[in-house]
């Protein structure tokens, strides 16, 4: 059985796509999850799912038919047709799906990176398909793992500090055209983590006012009231771009959201500050080029952000995840070769018991000592035999093609499957 991670999120999905599929309706995703796991190639199933990413975590036995099950799934949640909604997917197989679920968890893979929120989403998830009865053994070792390589990423680094860094670097660059932020009014598109970093911090720096543009007007209501800002439209997004000194982008939508003519028109030379902190970008780069524009965006910021403590964090978490990955898959093909290994243990213990009865039965007058001796000389010759077999299959564990050497035993000693399978069988239940 292998781990499928089929999925869209802010990296590749437009902000009005993940609004329609994403979210923390519990009904919804308990639903989601009961239809994966009833998939013809699924035996467990969950998902996690948040406002910027909505994946089903799958383990399969076939890999090209559960795809496209899985896939079903989140297009008909869309609404979209198949060909609209495929670019939008990505999909993660075997050793890329740990690799996968080990960054989510880590805040690698956030749009404000290191947010420690998706650690407890991740703790969800999995609660969510235990309780669901629809996570067995596969999917509950690679989340508790996931769950523990996120908070050793916390507690070995101070990744949660990258993303207000990324934002202090903006502000102290914008800081050379604007000046102090205190006294200025500022626009802010996107109610997302980050936009959510990026308002708290423009409020703690003395921003005099700061409006939030996005596109559900809920969640940017929510970032308003915390910050005591006030919320407009994404249509009214010329009229206060124009009325603003600082405009800070993070929608994580696909696609410009400001254009160099909007702007050109709008501003007529008046100076304007853009951060643009999403990716792929939100401002057209033109806009640099427009009379009494100042565009920031991450690829001005990248080298400044790299050469700093957080980006110094977020190499050391990237390293951390490198690590638990290989140890991962390292425990799970030595795992892999453990039923075959002691199904052919159990195995020689049956060939020695049958000809120490055989024995038995054509020499009773043999004495208890010399059978002791006899028995204890044969189980020697067994435990030879098989200890160079055994322990070489458990190294080749470690290289590509484990299953294959496990799979090469059984087959030299003539193993049956069912012995073989029966070693990771929970107790009380039969094939």
């Given at each position: 059985m292998s781990v499928l991670v089929v999925g869209l999120s802010h990296n590749s999905a437009p902000v009005s796509l993940l609004e329609r599929v994403a979210g923390t309706d519990d009904d919804s995703v308990a639903k989601l999850v009961g239809a994966a796991s009833g998939a013809a190639h699924v035996t467990e199933a969950t998902v996690i799912s948040t406002?910027?990413?909505?994946?089903i975590y799958a383990d399969v036995d076939r890999f090209h038919g559960s795809v496209e099950e899985l896939s079903t799934l989140l297009v008909e949640r869309a609404g979209e047709s198949t060909e609209a909604m495929l670019p939008h997917l990505y999909v993660h197989y075997d050793d890329g799906a740990v690799s996968h679920l080990f960054q989510v968890a880590a805040g690698l893979d956030s749009m404000a990176v290191g947010e420690g929120q998706i650690l407890g989403q991740t703790r969800e998830a999995l609660r969510l398909g235990q309780e669901l009865g629809t996570v067995g053994p596969a999917l509950n070792s690679l989340f508790q793992q996931a769950l523990r390589v996120g908070k050793r990423s916390r507690a070995e680094t101070d990744i949660d500090r990258a993303a207000p860094s990324l934002i202090a670097s903006a502000l102290r660059r914008?800081?050379?055209?604007?000046?102090?932020?205190?006294?200025?009014r500022v626009a802010v598109l996107g109610a997302g983590s980050m936009a959510g970093l990026a308002t708290a911090t423009l409020a703690r720096h003395g921003a005099a006012d700061i409006v939030v543009l996005n596109r559900t007007v809920e969640r940017a209501e929510r970032l308003a009231r915390e910050y005591g800002a006030r919320t407009a439209p994404v249509a009214r997004l010329a009229d206060e771009v124009g009325e603003v000194d600082l405009l800070v982008t993070c929608t994580g939508?696909?696609?410009?959201?400001?254009?160099?003519a909007m702007l050109e028109e709008t501003m007529g030379g008046r100076p304007l500050t853009i951060i643009d902190l999403a990716l792929p970008h939100d401002v057209d780069p033109a806009a640099a080029e427009v009379e009494g524009i100042t565009l920031i965006n991450l690829a001005a910021l990248a080298s400044e952000v790299d050469d700093t403590e957080a980006g110094t964090e977020v190499r050391a978490v990237r390293d951390i995840v490198t690590e638990e990955v290989a140890a991962f898959l390292t425990a799970r093909r030595?795992?892999?070769v453990t039923p075959t290994v002691v199904a052919l243990r159990s195995m020689a213990t049956g060939v020695v018991d049958a000809e120490m009865s055989r024995l038995e039965s054509r020499l009773p007058e043999l004495d208890q000592a010399a059978r002791a001796e006899v028995l204890h000389t044969v189980r020697r010759v067994a435990d030879k035999l098989l200890h160079e077999p055994t322990v070489r299959v458990r190294e080749l564990a470690n290289e590509t093609g484990a299953v294959s050497y496990a799979a090469a035993l059984a087959e030299l000693f003539a193993l049956d499957p069912e012995a073989v399978s029966a070693v990771t069988r929970p107790e009380g239940l039969s094939s």
């Open positions: 406002c910027n990413r909505l994946e914008a800081s050379s055209t604007l000046g102090d932020v205190a006294g200025r939508a696909t696609g410009v959201q400001v254009g160099a030595q795992a892999s």
